[in-house]
């Protein structure tokens, strides 16, 4: 943005600058308040229904006895996210049977199918770009740890902070010890729009702000990868598991 943002002086108009990452849309405002900056919020559930509901069944109306089990699995997992929402409901739709039982196992498998359906892909890049884009391993490594928290539980700032110190992700050295540095971890996941906080109604900075969630089809994502990885091997969900593998590296 330093680079280019010469090229518009003495031009009249207005500048449109989209990104995920916090510390670009304020060095891009023009007020030094960063009151000239936007962040989108996700939809509510009045908006997120309809548009699951118009690509799942291609502008024809659901089962009205069906409708509140069709869809619930995977509105939670999409979280007020419009590609999430789009995405899933046409993969759904593709699937046909629509039964609630039939939704509900190809929701609760989302991860895995993140990574082979093809028309799945255009949400898997936005979520591979997310982790790629990470580039110290340790800031991978903390956000895989996020998997141990269920779907749509808050997490605490300070005792995520400290489980990663204490579970020894976070090296520290003679120039920044482990507890800042892990501080410094999550201002980068908060920065890079990987988690949100839950308090949105609060002005308060990400140091003041105490809790946070991860939407839920980036949690899908993680718990696939770290399944892949053995990473973490999760026994939280009331549906019957796959077999855990022979060796498991961090139970949850």
Same mark, same amino acid.
């Given at each position: 943005?330093?680079?280019?943002?010469?090229?518009?002086? @003495?031009?009249?108009?207005?500048?449109?600058? %989209? *990104?995920?990452?916090?510390?670009?849309?304020?060095?891009? /405002?023009? /007020?030094?308040?960063?009151?000239?900056?936007?962040?989108?919020?996700?939809?509510?559930?009045?908006?997120?229904?309809?548009?699951?509901?118009?690509?799942?069944?291609?502008?024809?109306?659901?089962?009205?006895?069906?409708?509140?089990?069709?869809?619930?699995?995977?509105?939670?997992?999409?979280?007020?996210?419009?590609?999430?929402?789009?995405? *899933?409901?046409?993969? =759904?739709?593709?699937? @046909?049977?629509?039964?609630?039982?039939?939704?509900?196992?190809?929701?609760?498998?989302?991860?895995?199918?993140?990574?082979?359906?093809?028309?799945?892909?255009?949400?898997?890049?936005?979520?591979?770009?997310?982790?790629? $884009?990470?580039?110290?391993?340790?800031?991978?490594?903390?956000?895989?740890?996020?998997?141990?928290?269920? /779907?749509?539980?808050?997490?605490?700032?300070? $005792? =995520?902070?400290?489980?990663?110190?204490?579970?020894?992700?976070?090296?520290?050295?003679?120039?920044?010890?482990?507890?800042?540095?892990? *501080?410094?971890?999550?201002?980068?996941?908060?920065?890079?729009?990987?988690?949100?906080?839950?308090? %949105?109604?609060?002005?308060? $900075?990400?140091?003041?702000?105490? *809790?946070?969630?991860?939407?839920?089809?980036?949690?899908?994502?993680?718990?696939?990868? $770290?399944?892949?990885?053995?990473?973490?091997?999760?026994?939280?969900?009331?549906?019957?598991?796959?077999?855990?593998?022979?060796?498991?590296?961090?139970?949850?």
């Amino acid at each position: 943005w330093h680079d280019i943002k010469d090229t518009f002086v @003495g031009l009249s108009g207005r500048v449109l600058v %989209t *990104t995920a990452i916090h510390s670009v849309a304020n060095t891009c /405002s023009s /007020s030094a308040a960063h009151d000239h900056v936007y962040a989108m919020k996700t939809l509510a559930n009045e908006h997120s229904r309809p548009l699951f509901f118009k690509e799942a069944f291609e502008d024809d109306n659901p089962p009205v006895d069906k409708e509140d089990q069709l869809g619930s699995e995977a509105l939670k997992k999409c979280d007020g996210l419009p590609l999430a929402l789009v995405t *899933t409901a046409r993969y =759904l739709q593709s699937t @046909g049977n629509p039964t609630h039982g039939n939704w509900a196992t190809l929701c609760h498998n989302l991860g895995a199918h993140l990574e082979t359906k093809e028309m799945l892909a255009r949400m898997k890049r936005v979520l591979v770009h997310s982790y790629t $884009s990470l580039v110290k391993h340790d800031v991978k490594t903390c956000l895989l740890y996020l998997g141990i928290y269920p /779907s749509g539980r808050t997490v605490r700032r300070g $005792s =995520l902070i400290r489980k990663w110190c204490a579970e020894g992700f976070i090296q520290g050295d003679y120039m920044c010890n482990a507890l800042d540095a892990a *501080t410094g971890n999550f201002k980068d996941l908060v920065n890079r729009s990987i988690i949100q906080r839950t308090d %949105t109604s609060s002005k308060n $900075s990400v140091d003041q702000v105490k *809790t946070y969630h991860t939407h839920g089809m980036m949690l899908e994502f993680i718990l696939h990868i $770290s399944k892949c990885d053995n990473f973490i091997t999760l026994l939280y969900d009331q549906m019957a598991p796959p077999p855990p593998p022979s060796k498991i590296r961090w139970l949850s």
